[in-house]
């Protein structure tokens, strides 16, 4: 089956600096990509996805790069802001359609220090 | 709208006992999914509804564990009886329906954190 491996588990970086979360996943028919922001006291939510037909996406502050070859996608969060502390999980399935087949990372706690 | 509802959001019991645990989707979300993370670890799926039917229960670790959805409404997750592993976050999350596929975004819920002692 499919394996992800998420790095880095803790991530601390000053206000305004990048952050950037890296997963790699095993199953080469993987071609869906969400990231999901879990903010303290909440459930995990959506913040971006990425199919395997693209090789970048961006939305405001956030982008995410696939490779597929290498079998690695990346989150890119550019001029953090304290509100951008939280859990990251990133996941990896053959299908957007199929949350059963949906893997996820171990997560990583980012810190965004004033 | 209300989103996904879980409940309790923390529940301390010790081992041997019994714990439900209940997740209210978002009207209409006729897809229910139960996740658990343990401790630092990744979330792991444990089974899905559709409606009141499972889809697919292949995640759930053993019998101790028995979901049900009685009326494809809210759905309940029994744990009877509790062992110390069973310890970490239970998610549950839904999606609507379109067509022939899943389709629309996964909404999670809090989460209920049992702990085992």
């Known amino acids: 089956g499919e394996n992800v491996e998420q790095h880095p588990s803790t991530l601390s970086v000053q206000e305004g600096d990048s952050a950037v979360i890296k997963c790699t996943y095993s199953?080469?028919?993987?071609?869906?990509f969400p990231w999901y922001k879990q903010e303290l006291g909440k459930g995990p939510q959506l913040i971006i996805d990425?199919?395997?037909?693209?090789g970048e996406k961006k939305d405001q502050r956030i982008a995410v790069t696939l490779n597929k070859t290498a079998k690695h996608f990346s989150l890119h969060i550019t001029e953090t802001q304290p509100e951008d502390s939280a859990v990251y999980f990133c996941?990896?399935?053959?299908?957007?359609?199929?949350?059963?087949?949906?893997?996820f990372g171990s997560g990583t706690q980012l810190t965004v220090l004033p | 709208e209300a989103g996904v509802t879980q409940f309790p959001s923390h529940s301390v019991i010790e081992k041997g006992q019994t714990v439900t645990l209940r997740c209210d989707p978002i009207?209409?979300?006729?897809?229910l999914y139960w996740y658990r993370r343990v401790m630092g670890k990744e979330i792991k799926f444990l089974l899905h509804?559709?409606?009141?039917?499972?889809?697919?229960e292949s995640g759930m670790p053993n019998n101790r564990f028995l979901a049900e959805r009685t009326g494809g409404t809210y759905s309940t997750l029994k744990v009877q009886p509790a062992e110390l592993e069973d310890s970490g976050v239970y998610f549950c999350a839904s999606r609507g329906y379109s067509g022939t596929r899943n389709t629309g975004e996964l909404f999670f819920g809090e989460g209920s954190r049992l702990t085992v002692l």
């Open positions: 990425i199919r395997s037909n693209v």
């Open positions: 509804f559709v409606k009141e039917s499972k889809q697919d």
């Open positions: 199953d080469s028919a993987s071609n869906y």
């Open positions: 009207s209409g979300h006729d897809n």
């Open positions: 996941a990896a399935s053959p299908s957007s359609g199929s949350a059963r087949q949906l893997t």
